[in-house]
C-alpha cells in the first residue's frame, strides 16, 4: 500500500491512506504502525461469532434480530442460523 510498486487497479490505496490522515506522508507513517500493531495483536478471527460475524455486540445484537427468523431455512448452514442461541453454559447462566 505504501511501497514504490506499480499502483494496481484493484487496490483503493488513496482511500486507505485517507483514512488515518489527510497528509500522505503522515498517512503512510499512521497506516504502518497500524499493520505492525496489527501483526503483534490478537487475531481476529477469534471474535467471530456464528462462522461469518464480526463486529460489536449492537451490531451482533442487530444481527440477531435480522435473521432471527431465518432458524428454518435449511438453505443457511447451522452455526450461522442460530447465532442467536447461547453458545456456552457460562452465556446461558448469565441470562
Do not use: A, C, H
Not at 33 to 52: C, D, N, T
Not at 79 to 84: F, K, V, W
Amino acid at each position: 500500500m505504501i511501497g514504490d510498486s506499480q499502483d494496481l487497479t484493484y487496490f483503493t490505496k488513496d482511500w486507505l491512506l485517507l483514512q488515518f490522515s489527510d497528509k500522505r506522508t503522515e498517512s503512510e507513517t499512521r497506516y504502518q504502525e497500524f499493520v505492525r500493531k496489527g501483526i503483534k495483536g490478537e487475531s481476529p478471527w477469534k471474535k467471530v461469532k456464528g462462522q461469518l460475524y464480526l463486529g460489536e455486540e449492537n451490531f451482533i445484537d442487530k444481527i440477531k434480530e435480522l435473521i432471527k427468523s431465518q432458524e428454518t431455512l435449511q438453505e443457511i448452514p447451522r452455526m450461522q442460523r442460530y447465532i442467536t442461541k447461547p453458545s456456552s453454559l457460562e452465556e446461558i447462566f448469565k441470562q
